[in-house]
């Protein structure tokens, strides 16, 4: 996969918007599935959304759905993660993943153990 770099973190008011990016400086990144996960100090790191290879399907956790949007440009090789209407819960360090997937994979991978790749994360904070 090569490397995966996240950027667009920082401090951030409730209610704002924050977009993050993740490159990759893989030759085959349309070939991967792609998503964000976040981990909050002293808990778990957790699911936020995933995209397919062509970006024709996205899936989220109920927690930021209708809130978060994610999207990639396969001819920049980059995933973005727009994020509106940002809460304090959303206070995390996010990571990016990627896991090569069949063209006819459908189901949405959703849990980090399935995901091979990993970025080094950025921080979002969010002010009350």
């Known amino acids: 996969q090569g490397q995966l770099v996240e950027s667009g973190g920082g401090l951030v008011q409730a209610g704002a918007s924050l977009r993050l990016s993740c490159a990759s400086s893989?030759?085959?990144?349309?070939?991967?599935?792609m998503a964000w996960f976040r981990q909050a100090p002293g808990k778990e790191r957790e699911f936020v959304a995933t995209?397919?290879?062509?970006?024709?399907?996205?899936h989220y956790a109920d927690s930021v759905k209708g809130r978060f949007g994610i999207s990639r440009d396969n001819a920049k090789k980059t995933v973005y993660l727009q994020m509106n209407s940002v809460k304090s819960e959303d206070t995390a360090v996010y990571y990016c993943?990627?896991?090569?997937?069949?063209?006819?994979?459908?189901?949405?991978?959703?849990?980090?153990?399935?995901?091979?790749?990993w970025g080094q994360g950025t921080q979002v904070t969010v002010s009350s």
């Open positions: 993943a990627a896991q090569p997937v069949h063209p006819t994979m459908t189901m949405p991978l959703e849990n980090d153990y399935e995901y091979d790749y």
């Open positions: 893989s030759y085959g990144f349309s070939s991967y599935a």
């Open positions: 995209i397919s290879r062509s970006g024709g399907s996205t």
